[in-house]
């Protein structure tokens, strides 16, 4: 191919496939698909009724890339939803849309989307759980039984082996 160029020709020919390269007419590294998952235990995503539930999720996306969340009820949930939220990816791939499901009744079923500009990048199915119930702990608090410290036990360890002596003696 190069044979019927002259010299000059060919220098400007590879100068010409040098700078294509560099300025991006052509690659070598391909591009990678972009890629989010959403955050669930095993089967679904699960939430339970409250203010600032979280629904989580990893990507490959650059930080700071902005996703749209949407959260729908599925099924035959009623009342029928639909929540949506702007998140942004932080610096290590991952991101937390928040939602109000207090007023969610428990085992109501939804849709979680994740969106960018250019369409869907992951879906995942969900339910709202019932909210655990508070215990309270009972509280412990230490309680010193005057004269039963560890330097009182010490000294009747060592009164005891002075005594058992003593008798050991006589």
Known sequence: MFDSISSPGRVFVAT????GMLVGGASVVTAQD???S?????EQVTV??????AIKGTSNLSADENLSVRVRASGDTEPAFLKTTEVSVGEEGN?????DFSD???NSTFTVTVADDSGTLAEADGVVEKQAETTSEASTTDSVVPGFGPVTAV???VALA?????VGRR
Do not use: E, H, Y
């Not at 010409?16 to 700078?19: D, G, K, R, T």
């Not at 002075?162 to 003593?166: F, M, T, V």
């Open 104 to 106: 969610i009744p428990a």
């Open 34 to 36: 972009d890629s989010v």
């Open 162 to 166: 002075a005594g058992a002596l003593l």
């Open 38 to 42: 959403i955050v669930s235990d095993g």
């Open 95 to 99: 991101f937390t849309a928040t939602f």
């Open 155 to 157: 000294g009747a360890l």
């Open 16 to 19: 010409l496939i040098v700078l």
């Open 48 to 53: 339970t009724p409250n203010d600032d539930a």
